[in-house]
């Protein structure tokens, strides 16, 4: 059998291996075969590189990923499903020792047995923004990568300063990353159809913006700004900083207004504030 993966099929392999799609584990299965080309062909996947899926589901990113990448490792919690992808690929005329099947919780992975070079997800919509960043910072080795996930999230990660979208996965996605729009996928392409519209979202790595010890440092201060947004940042850092006044001196001493909000910061903002509090 050649091509990817139908309608028809994904319904014939849940039924056979007993899956029902639940909400719990955000199981949305894409059963549109050009949409999954697009997602590929979004995320300038190449021939040499080694391509990182997480929850891949019956496999429909699956295959299209093999049909270009090199090697594919994938990571999927549910033991039914990754039994069974294997089996799919095969059916399918692709070579199985192209495939790595991972079968681990997204948000416990450290390692893995390749080092992956571009990811590309349809993400789970309750964990999407922790397993996205948890990827980029574990693996270094990804240079790119295209993540679909609900649109509101999708804002959120491309938002910029001043936006009401604008929040901490705005800012601690660049750390490490340029985020963009990829443009958005209808509801009708998913089994069973979501409640919710999807989007994907671009990612370019660039250099870290410094080391582990100051990131924690600066996500600290990015989870204390945006807490509760409508406080000034004094008030916002005033717990972190051991009071209102001490904020203040932190925040004037890195060059920022006290009397801002987070939401008009930029991740170099919040770093020099980190360095402060380090000193």
């Keep these: 059998m050649s091509g990817l993966l139908g309608a028809a099929e994904i319904r014939e392999i849940a039924a056979r291996i007993g899956v029902n799609p639940t909400k719990k584990l955000g199981q949305n299965f894409v059963v549109d075969a050009n949409t999954c080309r697009r997602i590929v062909k979004s995320a300038d996947v190449v021939e040499s590189d080694v391509a990182l899926e997480i929850g891949p589901g019956l496999g429909s990113l699956t295959l299209a990923l093999l049909e270009i990448a090199k090697e594919v490792v994938v990571v999927e919690i549910d033991e039914r499903l990754a039994a069974e992808l294997p089996q799919t690929v095969e059916r399918h005329d ?5 495939l790595t099947v991972v079968t681990q919780d997204a948000m416990t992975v450290d390692s893995l047995p390749l080092a992956p070079t571009v990811l590309v997800a349809n993400l789970p919509y309750n964990i999407s923004v922790p397993v996205l960043l948890r990827f980029m910072e574990k693996f270094p080795t990804l240079r790119s990568g295209v993540v679909m996930v609900q649109s509101e999230v999708a804002d959120r990660l491309v938002a910029t300063p001043g936006s009401k979208n604008y929040g901490s996965p ?11 729009p990829a443009g958005t996928v209808g509801r009708s392409i998913f089994w069973p159809v979501p409640n919710v519209d999807s989007s994907l979202v671009r990612f370019v790595r660039h250099e870290a913006a410094g080391d582990e010890a100051l990131r924690l440092k ?12 409508r406080k000034m940042l004094r008030g916002a850092l005033s717990e972190l900083c051991g009071g209102s006044a001490a904020a ?3 925040i004037t001493a890195a060059g920022v207004d006290p009397t801002t909000r987070g939401e008009a910061l930029l991740l170099p903002d919040f770093i020099r504030i980190a360095s402060q509090l380090s000193l």
Excluded at 94 to 98: C, E, G, K, P, Y
Excluded at 170 to 180: E, F, G, H, L, Q
């Design 170 to 180: 705005s800012v601690k996605a660049t750390w490490w990353a340029d985020m963009s």
């Design 94 to 98: 692709f070579d199985l020792n192209r």
């Design 248 to 250: 203040s001196e932190i």
């Design 218 to 229: 600066t996500f600290d201060v990015i989870d204390a700004a945006f807490a509760q947004r």
